[in-house]
């Protein structure tokens, strides 16, 4: 069955644009979470979706966002872009009450 | 405070030494600690989960020993690869029902010379 996919792997913003960021998780996982990982803070819980509603939200910004689809497909939005998102996206998905979350490679963003 | 940390952040081993990798956590209220392993270029893997309620359990080649009483999760690693090399994150679930939130700890680089 195929695993996370997260697209794109890589991405180069300037300051002050948006991006935004989508996740597939494994088939039949309802449930999807976000996460920033940087050297210094390392992995930091952005949020999570469960069939189409924010369940769990960590402490970031509001200019940190996302949104689930009916087909539990996810998308994160970040907007007015700073030099300290720089960091690697991830996003994983798991199934109801399960202990183990599947990771995506990630998606490295780089903001100028 | 919620939070989960790592007492070193980077351990070296010879290849077919066994390794500790440490962890302190300071929520009681956790009812899984879970080890995960993250290769370099590639999201995290989960490796094994202990229930709160128990204090060791082992799987291939690995052991997670959970000592409540200190806040204190270990993972061992027995007869350490140089395929081992990895960042290891230590997290704890929190929550009830079917919403559970998962906190990481920052990491331990492990690193095993041939």
């Known amino acids: 069955k195929a695993g996370v996919t997260q697209t794109p792997r890589y991405l180069i913003k300037t300051r002050g644009q948006q991006v935004t960021l989508s996740c597939s998780p494994i088939?039949?996982?309802?449930?999807v979470s976000w996460y920033q990982q940087t050297p210094g803070q390392g992995l930091q819980f952005l949020f999570e979706?469960?069939?189409?509603?924010?369940?769990n939200k960590g402490n970031f910004p509001g200019r940190f966002s996302g949104r689930q689809f009916s087909n539990s497909r996810s998308e994160m939005n970040v907007s007015t872009l700073e030099l300290g998102d720089s960091a690697l996206y991830l996003c994983?998905?798991?199934?109801?009450?399960?202990?183990?979350?599947?990771f995506g490679q990630g998606t490295r963003l780089t903001v100028v | 405070g919620e939070s989960v940390g790592l007492h070193l952040p980077t351990l070296s081993v010879q290849e077919g030494d066994n390794s500790i990798i440490n962890c302190a956590y300071s929520?009681?209220?956790?009812?899984?600690f879970i080890w995960y392993k993250q290769e370099s270029g590639k999201g995290p893997q989960f490796i094994i989960d202990?229930?709160?309620?128990?204090d060791k359990r082992q799987g291939q080649r690995v052991t997670v020993l959970l000592n409540k009483t200190v806040k204190h999760l270990s993972l061992q690693i027995a007869a350490t690869q140089p395929g081992d090399s990895a960042v290891y994150f230590c997290a704890e679930r929190r929550g009830g029902g079917s919403n559970y939130k998962l906190t990481f700890g920052k990491g331990t680089l492990l690193t095993v010379n041939p």
């Open positions: 994983a998905s798991s199934s109801t009450g399960g202990t183990e979350a599947f």
């Open positions: 979706y469960f069939s189409e509603t924010q369940r």
């Open positions: 929520n009681s209220a956790s009812d899984y």
């Open positions: 088939s039949g996982h309802r449930s």
């Open positions: 202990i229930r709160s309620n128990m």
